[in-house]
């Protein structure tokens, strides 16, 4: 599906997703996982250190693996998207 909008030149020009979100009030999709997951970080660090759920995200896995760049594991996107909003003592705030 195509997004058109008219500009200030009364000119049709294709629409961008952002001015679609906002047409309909829709929040970005991309903030609204990358909130998801700051979610789950804290439902993980409150479960218990033997969690099946808990031992398969934070685990580092062990051997050899594929030739050339290692790929992005789950936590360290997280710890990524954390950085960038600018949230600090997050563990320890949920200690609280």
């Not at 008219?6 to 679609?20: F, S």
């Not at 218990?48 to 808990?54: F, N």
């Not at 995200?57 to 790929?71: A, I, S």
């Amino acid at each position: 599906m195509i997004f058109g909008a008219i500009d200030a030149n009364d000119t049709w020009r294709t629409g961008y997703n952002n001015e679609l979100y906002m047409l309909n009030n829709e929040p970005d999709i991309v903030k609204v996982i990358k909130t998801g997951r700051m979610r789950w970080l804290g439902h993980l660090c409150k479960m218990e250190e033997l969690d099946p759920c808990r031992k398969f995200t934070v685990l580092k896995p062990e051997g050899t693996g594929h030739v050339g760049k290692p790929e992005l594991r789950w936590l360290e996107s997280v710890e990524e998207d954390r950085k960038n909003k600018g949230v600090r003592n997050w563990r320890r705030n949920l200690q609280d």
